[in-house]
């Protein structure tokens, strides 16, 4: 597509419930990273994927945060048994290789209540 | 891992101003890029510039690699420039943003 998409825009899950987020970047990069940011603050890295290597989980907060991205395409963040500290607008981008201008999309804002 | 350090964190401009945002950097770099994250917060890609200077309109860049510092100048500034301004760094696979820096506009 012309650039990265996310969806939903916007969930409101119930404290204990599973959310799964999507990413699909621009057509042909090979790098894609997630990004949250919370009301108020800069970007906190949670993982990054580079082709078919293997990922690099480091960002992520805890056990109940995972990514895959199948087909070196489309990604998804799955957080389960969701806690209120997870709210935050979560932030996919893509970029051609590792290294070169990034491009994000629009976010999703994911509200724990 | 790589800090980085944004200055300054708020800045209130009157329209039409000029202004300069830092950016310092920890360590040695693959990359640099600045971000504008408008009020909706849509993160707009404004330069890639792991060195030497880069313009675009009103806005250009400069960064010194060997002295890990990065900065952006807004020239005549407009309304439309509200919002906050990223810096992000990259060493191998690790891109870091600083806190970045709120700027306001006011008319």
């Known amino acids: 597509g012309a650039g990265v998409s996310q969806s939903p825009s916007n969930k409101v899950t119930e404290k204990g419930k599973d959310v799964e987020l999507r990413c699909d970047p621009i057509?042909?990069?090979?790098?894609l990273y997630w990004y949250r940011q919370s009301l108020g603050q800069g970007l906190e890295f949670l993982i990054y994927?580079?082709?078919?290597?293997?990922?690099?989980k480091s960002g992520l907060p805890s056990d109940r945060f995972s990514a895959e991205r199948t087909g070196g395409s489309v990604s998804t963040l799955t957080i389960q048994r969701t806690q209120q500290e997870d709210s935050a607008v979560y932030l996919c981008?893509?970029?051609?290789?590792?290294?070169?201008?990034?491009?994000f999309g629009s976010g999703t804002r994911l509200t724990v209540v | 891992g790589i800090q980085v350090e944004q200055s300054p964190p708020d800045l209130i401009l009157q329209e039409g101003a000029n202004s300069t945002l830092r950016c310092n950097f920890s360590?040695?770099?693959?990359?640099l890029q600045w971000f504008h994250q408008n009020p909706w917060g849509q993160l707009i890609n404004l330069f890639y510039?792991?060195?030497g200077t880069k313009q675009n309109g009103r806005l250009s860049a400069t960064t010194v690699a060997t002295e890990r510092y990065s900065l952006l100048y807004i020239s005549s500034s407009q309304t439309t420039d509200s919002g906050v301004y990223f810096c992000?760094?990259?060493?191998?696979?690790?891109?870091?943003f600083g806190a970045g820096t709120r700027l306001t506009v006011k008319p």
């Open positions: 360590d040695s770099v693959n990359n």
């Open positions: 994927f580079q082709g078919n290597s293997a990922p690099d």
């Open positions: 981008a893509s970029s051609l290789f590792q290294g070169r201008g990034y491009t």
């Open positions: 057509s042909g990069h090979t790098a």
């Open positions: 992000a760094v990259m060493l191998n696979n690790d891109m870091r």
């Open positions: 510039i792991p060195s």
